[in-house]
C-alpha cells in the first residue's frame, strides 16, 4: 500500500500533542513522588524529634522531681499542699518530723482544719477558712504572722506564713500552697533589741535629768560663791582682801561658764557644739585661765610658768569660752598628772597665708607621762590612761575627747608628745582672726628700762628673762649673790625684780648701789603682801601682761569701786511688767532687783491667771517661771500667744527657771518665748533683759549709783540677818524690807512641814529644806541658809540619822530667826502706827468681796485676791474680823483650798452682804 505524505500529516500531529500531555503528566508524576518521599522524610524526623523531646521532657520532670523532693525533705519551712476543696496532698518532712508523724500516708486527704489540729487561736483558723472561701479563688497570694504551737507543748513559736494558690493552665485554680517560716529568734532579736532601745532612751532621759538637776545643784553653790564675793568687795577690805575676792569672782565666772558648758551632755554627744566668733581680748583669755589653774599647780609644789609672745595681737575674733575649755582641759591634765617639776604655759602665734594668727598653745610638764601603747586612746571618749597608776585622780575622761573635738570644730589640731616616766607636752593649734594688729602687751620706751633679774630658781628666771626679751626689754639674770652684786656695781638699772627668797639677801646691798632708787618688783604667791608699800607686787606666775603693766607703772590688779559695778541707768515709771511664778518668795526676789528701775510690777502665782492679766491689761514685758502646777509656763506662752485680740503675739516673754544648762534658750525660743532668765536671778542679767525688752520711748535716763534708804533699819538689828549686804543687793532698803516680810510670813508654814521626819517623808523633806535654804541665802541669813543646805544634802543622801539628829536644833535657829524679824516688823509698825488715821468701823466683812474672794481662790487668781484683800483690811469689823485675819494668812501662804472650802462653808450659812448704806441685809 501506498500512503501519501500529504494525508499523514494531521495523524502525526495529534501524536506529538499526546506524547507531550504524557510527558507532562510524568513529570508531574514524578514531582507529587518526590513531595511525597520527602514529606515521609520529614514525618520520619519529626517523629525522631518528638522522642527526644519527650525524653528530655521525662528527664526534665524527673530532675524537677527530685529538686521538690529534696526542697521538701530538707527544708526548715513547713510547707503544706491542699487542693481545692482544702484536702492535704502533699507536706513536707519538717511538718511530719515535728507533728511525728511516721508517714504522708497517714494524713493523706485530711482537711486543713484537721492537718492544723495544734494550739492554735480559733482567728487563725478562721483567717484560714476565709482564704480557702475568697482569697484563693481571687488567685491572690496572702501573707501574716502568728505565733502557732505545732508540738502541743505550750512552746508557742513565732511563724511567717505565706499562702500561694497555684493555678492551672486554663486558669482554673486547683490548690494552694501554706508555707510556713520559724522567725521566732529574728522576732526575739527584735524585741530585744527595741527593749535596748527602750533602756537606751530611759537611761538618755535619765541622764538628761540627772544633768539637769546637776546643774541646778551646781549652780547654786556657785552663784552663792560669787554672791558672797560680790557682797565682800562691797565692804572696807584690805587691799590684798580686795585683789583675792576679784580674783575669786573672776575664777568663779569663768567656772560657772565652763560648768554650763560641759554639763550640756547632748552637745558632748552628739558632737554638735556651735563655734560662736566674737571678738575677745587676749589678755583677759590667758588672765582667766592661769588664775582659774594656778592654785590648783601651786597647792602640789609643782612651779608654774608662762610664757606668752607679747607680739601676739591684742584684739582676736573666735570663741574665747571655747578656747578657755581647751586650754583648762590641757592644764587640768598637766595639774592631774604632774606631782613635782614644773608646768609650762607657752604661747606664740605666727600669721598664716589666709591673714589668720595661728596661736599655738603648749602646755609642757614633767608628770608621769603616757606609755606609747595609751596614746591612741588618749583623746577617746571616758577614757583614762594608765588607770591602776591613776586611780585616784578624779575626772570623767572626756576632757581630752572634747579639747580634741572644738579643736577641729575651730579649723586647728592638737597632737602629744610623751616619754612614760619623764612628761608630756600638748600642743594645740589654733586658727584665729586679728581684730587690731596691737600687741597685747607693750612697754612704754622698753629699750631704757633695763630689768636686772634676781632669783634662785632657773625655771623662772628663765621664764621671766625670756618674756623680757619678747618686750625689747634689756634684762640681766642673776642667780647668786655674788652676781647679783658685780651686776649692781657694774651697771646701774632702773629696775629690780626680785623673788621672795632672795628680797632680804638683794635689799641691803641694793641700797648702797647705783641702783638704789630703783624701781622694785617682787614676785609672790597670792595674797603675799610686799614688805614695804613702795616695792610693785606682781603675783606669779609672771607673764607678758604683768610684767609690762610693772614696767609701765599700772596697777595689776585694780582697786574695785563699787560704782564701777552699778548700771541701772534709766528709770521706765510707765512700763508695765508681768512676773508670773507659784513661789511667793520668787515674786518678791525679783520686783525687789527691779525696784531700782520704778516700773509697774505685777505678780501672780498661776499660768491661767497670767492669761487673764494679758487679756486685761497692756504690758511692756511678762516673766513666767518655768515649772509651775497645773499649767506650766510652756503652756502659759502658748495660750498667751494664741489670744484672739493679738496682743500676746506681740508682749515679748521671757522665761523664768533653775535650769541653765546650755541649750536651753534655743528651747525657750522655739516654744515662743523671746528670751530666758536663771534662777537664782543674776543682777547683770536681768539689766540686759530690762534693757534689750523695755520700751525705749518709756525709759528716762538716770544713774544710780547707790541704793536708796529710808533710815527705817537704821540702829535695828536681828541675829543672823546681815542687812547691809541684803540692801546692797535688792538695791533699795525698801525693797529689802519687802523680802525680809516675805520671808517671815512665808518661812512658818514651811517650817511645820518638817516636824516628825520620817523615810517615807525624807524626799519631801529634802525639797521643803532646799526652800528654806534659798530663801534664807537670799535675806543674807547666811547661818540659817548653811544649816539648811546641811540637812538637804543629808536628806537627799539617805541618811535620816544626820537629819533626826540636827533638824530640831535647826528649826528652833529659824524659828528664833522668825521671832526677831517679828519683833522688828511689829516696832517699825508700832514707830509708824502714829501716822496712820484710824480705819473706819463695819458691823462686818462685805459678802460681795468674801464671794469674790471665793471666785478668785477657785482660779488661784493671787493678784485679785491680793486687791480684795486689799478692800476688806481697810475697815475694821465688829464682827468677822477673825475671818479677815485668817483670809489673810491663807492668802500668803496660797492655801487656795483652804479659803474655798472655808467661804463655802460660809456661804452655806448665809455670807453677809450690806447694803450701800452699811446695813447688812
Known sequence: MIFVAEDLTPDIGESQKEIRRLQAENKKLERELRYERDLNRRNKAAAGVRESLSKIVAAEKDRLKKYMDLLLTNSSDI??????????????????????????????????????????????????????????????????????????????????????????????????????????????????????RAVAEQSARAKSDFLSHMSHEIRTPMNAILGMTELLLRKDISQSARSDALEIKRAGGSLLSIINDILDFSKIESGKMEIIPAEYALTSLINDVVNIIRMRIAEKGVLFTVNADASIPGRLIGDELRIRQILLNILSNAAKYTHSGHVAFDIDGTPDDSGKILLRFT?????????????????????????????????????????????????????????????????????????????????????RKKVLLYGKREVYVDSIARTLGSLGVPCRAV?????????????????????????????????????????VVLF??????PPRPEIYPVVMPVYSTSIANALNGETENPVYRENDD???????????ILVVDDIPTNLDVVTGLMSPYGMQVDCCCSGAEAVRLVQENQYDLAFIDHMMPEMDGIDTAAAIRALPDGRGKKLPLIAFTANAMVGMREIFLGEGFNDYLTKPVEIRKLHDILDSWIPKEKRRQTVVREAEHLHLLE??????????????????EEAFIRILDSYRTHTGALLEKLRGVSEETLKDYAVTVHGIKGASYGISAAAAGKEAETLEFAAKAGDLKAVTAKNGAFIENVERLLSDLDALFADLKANDAGSEPAKPLKPCPDGELLQRMLAASKKYMLSEMEEIMADLERYEYERGADLVLWLRQQVENLEYKAIE????SESENGIPKESEDGVKV
Open 715 to 732: 540702829g535695828r538689828r536681828v541675829d543672823g540677818v546681815d542687812f547691809a549686804a541684803g540692801m546692797k543687793h535688792f538695791g533699795s
Open 901 to 904: 472650802q472655808r467661804l463655802e
Open 524 to 529: 609672790s604667791s597670792v595674797g603675799g603682801q
Open 363 to 447: 602646755v609642757s610638764d614633767t608628770g608621769i607621762g603616757i606609755r606609747e601603747e595609751d596614746m591612741k586612746k588618749l583623746f577617746s571618749d571616758f577614757s583614762q590612761i594608765d588607770t591602776r597608776k591613776n586611780r585616784l585622780i578624779e575626772g570623767t575622761g572626756l576632757g581630752l575627747s572634747i579639747t580634741r573635738n572644738l579643736c577641729l570644730l575651730m579649723g586647728g589640731e592638737i597632737s602629744v608628745k610623751s616619754t612614760y616616766g619623764t612628761g608630756s607636752v600638748f600642743t594645740a593649734v589654733i586658727p584665729q582672726k586679728a581684730a587690731d594688729p596691737a600687741p597685747h602687751a607693750a612697754v612704754r620706751d622698753a629699750a
Open 479 to 519: 642667780m647668786d649673790l655674788a652676781e647679783f652684786r658685780e651686776a649692781l656695781s657694774s651697771e646701774k638699772y632702773p629696775f629690780v625684780f626680785l623673788s621672795p627668797p632672795v628680797y632680804e639677801e638683794a635689799e641691803k646691798y641694793l641700797k648702797n648701789s647705783s641702783s638704789s632708787g630703783a624701781a
Open 566 to 576: 552699778i548700771f541701772v541707768n534709766f528709770i521706765a515709771p510707765e512700763a508695765r
Open 79 to 196: 510547707i503544706l499542699f491542699f487542693d481545692r476543696e482544702g484536702h492535704v496532698v502533699f507536706v513536707s518532712d519538717s511538718y511530719l518530723h515535728i507533728r511525728k508523724i511516721q508517714a504522708f500516708s497517714m494524713i493523706r486527704g485530711q482537711s486543713y482544719r484537721e492537718l492544723l489540729v495544734c494550739d492554735v487561736e480559733e482567728t487563725f483558723l478562721g483567717r484560714v477558712d476565709k482564704m480557702f472561701r475568697t482569697d484563693i479563688t481571687k488567685k491572690s497570694s496572702v501573707e501574716f504572722e502568728d505565733d502557732i504551737d505545732f508540738e502541743k507543748n505550750g512552746n508557742r513559736r513565732h511563724y511567717h506564713i505565706q499562702v500561694i494558690p497555684m493555678v492551672e493552665e486554663s486558669g482554673a485554680v486547683e490548690g494552694a500552697v501554706f508555707l510556713f517560716h520559724d522567725t521566732t529568734e529574728i522576732t526575739g532579736a527584735k524585741i530585744e533589741a527595741e527593749r535596748a
